[in-house]
Nanobody, 123 residues
Framework: QVQLVESGGGLVQAGDSLRLSCTAS????????MVWFRQTSGKAREFVAG???????EYADSVKGRFTISRDNVKRTMYLQMSNLKPEDAAVYYC?????????????????WGKGTLVTISS
């Protein structure tokens, strides 16, 4: 059974940093492109960042220069280092696994999802 478990969310102040983790089990982690999405109440889930199995990365324009995605295939874990957080970054952050070789940014293309971790930002 595939499981993706996010952790690291919490309450921080605007301008702070936070690191999210996503640990996978039940799948061959290194063969998957891994992606972070986020969702706020009443809005569609949006692409945040993705990292291919080869280590290529892509970011949403709204987080470029502030967020860094990485992965550790030995630990079967993906990370999202978030810096200079803004109130608009507050959301539930989800990790997803996609067997495609390239980074795709549509939620409907993902093969597996985690349950999410909540990031709350006070201004």
């Amino acid at each position: 059974q595939v499981q993706l478990v996010e952790s690291g969310g919490g309450l921080v102040q605007a301008g702070d940093s936070l690191r999210l983790s996503c640990t996978a089990s039940g799948l061959t982690f290194y063969t998957y492109t891994m992606v972070w999405f986020r969702q706020t109440s009443g809005k569609a889930r949006e692409f945040v960042a993705g990292i291919s199995r080869g280590g290529n990365t892509e970011y949403a324009d709204s987080v470029k220069g502030r967020f860094t995605i990485s992965r550790d295939n030995v630990k079967r874990t993906m990370y999202l280092q978030m810096s200079n957080l803004k109130p608009e970054d507050a959301a539930v952050y989800y990790c997803a696994a996609d067997l495609a070789h390239k980074i795709r940014n549509q939620g409907g293309d993902m093969d597996y999802w985690g349950k999410g971790t909540l990031v709350t930002i006070s201004s």
